[in-house]
C-alpha cells in the first residue's frame, strides 16, 4: 500500500516538473506564486534621505514599504535600481497611491533599469528625476477572459470597465490618460518597448528635464 502511494506521489511530482518545464503557463504561475508567498523579491536599502529600491514589485511589497519608511522618516526620495516587473499589479497601484500621497520623491540612476510595473511605481513620486542613461521599458498588459481566451486592451472599447483602474491611476499621476493609451500599443505583453528621452519628457514621465552627464 505505502509502496503504491509513494509511486502515485512520485507521479504527481512527474507530472508538475513536466508542465512547469513545457507549459509557459504553467512556469509563469509557479513563478508568481513563488515570489509572492515564499520569498520577498524587493530589496531596500536606506542611505540618508533616500530608500533604495531593487527587484520584482511583489505583493509582499508595499509591507516592506511601509515599515520601512515608518521607520526612518528622513526618507523623501525612492531611487529605483532595477526593477523590471510587478508580480502583482494591485498591491503595486495600491503602494504606488501610497508613495504619491506620503508625498516622496522617486529617481533613476544613469544605469537604472524600470519596465512594466516598475514604471508604474516610479510615476508615483511628486518629483520624478532621471539621469540620462536610465532605461525605462513599457509594454501592454494582458489577461485571460471568461470564456479562457486572452483579453488584449487595444481590442476594449476605450470606455471598457478593464481600462478604469489603469486610466484613473495615470491620470492621477501625471495629469492626463495620454501615456497609458500609448503604452498598450507601444509592445504586445509578452514583449518591451525602451522610450527614448523625448518620448520620456513628452509624456511627462519626468517633472524635471533629464540630468545629462
Same mark, same amino acid.
Given at each position: 500500500?505505502? %509502496?503504491?502511494?509513494?509511486?502515485?506521489?512520485?507521479?504527481?511530482?512527474?507530472?508538475?516538473?513536466?508542465? &512547469?518545464? #513545457?507549459?509557459?503557463?504553467?512556469? @509563469?504561475?509557479?513563478?508568481?506564486?513563488?515570489?509572492?508567498?515564499?520569498?520577498?523579491?524587493?530589496?531596500? =536599502? &536606506?542611505?540618508?534621505?533616500?530608500?533604495?529600491?531593487?527587484?520584482?514589485?511583489?505583493?509582499?511589497?508595499?509591507?516592506?514599504? %511601509?515599515? !520601512? !519608511?515608518? *521607520?526612518?522618516?528622513?526618507?523623501?526620495? !525612492?531611487?529605483?535600481? +532595477?526593477?523590471?516587473?510587478?508580480?502583482?499589479? =494591485?498591491?503595486?497601484? +495600491?503602494?504606488? @497611491?501610497?508613495?504619491? *500621497? %506620503?508625498?516622496?520623491?522617486?529617481?533613476?540612476?544613469?544605469?537604472?533599469? @524600470?519596465?512594466?510595473?516598475?514604471?508604474? #511605481?516610479?510615476?508615483?513620486?511628486?518629483?520624478?528625476?532621471? =539621469?540620462?542613461?536610465?532605461?525605462?521599458?513599457?509594454?501592454?498588459?494582458?489577461?485571460?477572459?471568461?470564456?479562457?481566451?486572452? &483579453?488584449?486592451?487595444?481590442?476594449?472599447? %476605450?470606455?471598457?470597465?478593464?481600462?478604469?483602474?489603469?486610466?484613473?491611476?495615470?491620470?492621477?499621476?501625471?495629469?492626463?490618460?495620454?501615456?497609458?493609451?500609448?503604452?498598450?500599443?507601444?509592445?504586445?505583453?509578452?514583449?518591451?518597448?525602451?522610450?527614448?528621452?523625448? =518620448?520620456?519628457?513628452?509624456?511627462?514621465?519626468?517633472?524635471?528635464? !533629464?540630468?545629462?552627464?
Amino acid at each position: 500500500m505505502k %509502496k503504491k502511494l509513494l509511486l502515485v506521489l512520485l507521479g504527481i511530482v512527474l507530472l508538475i516538473a513536466l508542465a &512547469v518545464a #513545457f507549459v509557459p503557463q504553467v512556469r @509563469i504561475i509557479g513563478l508568481v506564486v513563488y515570489h509572492n508567498v515564499f520569498v520577498s523579491s524587493t530589496k531596500f =536599502e &536606506v542611505a540618508g534621505n533616500d530608500l533604495y529600491m531593487d527587484g520584482y514589485i511583489c505583493s509582499k511589497t508595499s509591507a516592506q514599504l %511601509k515599515k !520601512i !519608511i515608518e *521607520e526612518n522618516p528622513q526618507v523623501t526620495r !525612492i531611487v529605483m535600481k +532595477e526593477v523590471t516587473g510587478s508580480l502583482d499589479d =494591485e498591491t503595486n497601484l +495600491e503602494m504606488s @497611491i501610497w508613495v504619491h *500621497e %506620503k508625498g516622496l520623491d522617486t529617481h533613476l540612476l544613469k544605469d537604472s533599469d @524600470i519596465e512594466s510595473g516598475g514604471v508604474d #511605481f516610479f510615476e508615483s513620486g511628486i518629483n520624478r528625476t532621471m =539621469e540620462n542613461g536610465a532605461k525605462i521599458g513599457v509594454h501592454s498588459w494582458a489577461s485571460v477572459g471568461a470564456n479562457s481566451e486572452e &483579453v488584449l486592451p487595444k481590442d476594449l472599447p %476605450k470606455d471598457d470597465p478593464e481600462h478604469k483602474k489603469y486610466v484613473d491611476y495615470t491620470i492621477r499621476m501625471l495629469g492626463s490618460d495620454e501615456f497609458y493609451w500609448y503604452t498598450i500599443k507601444a509592445a504586445p505583453a509578452e514583449g518591451m518597448y525602451m522610450m527614448t528621452n523625448d =518620448e520620456i519628457e513628452h509624456f511627462g514621465l519626468v517633472t524635471q528635464p !533629464i540630468i545629462m552627464d
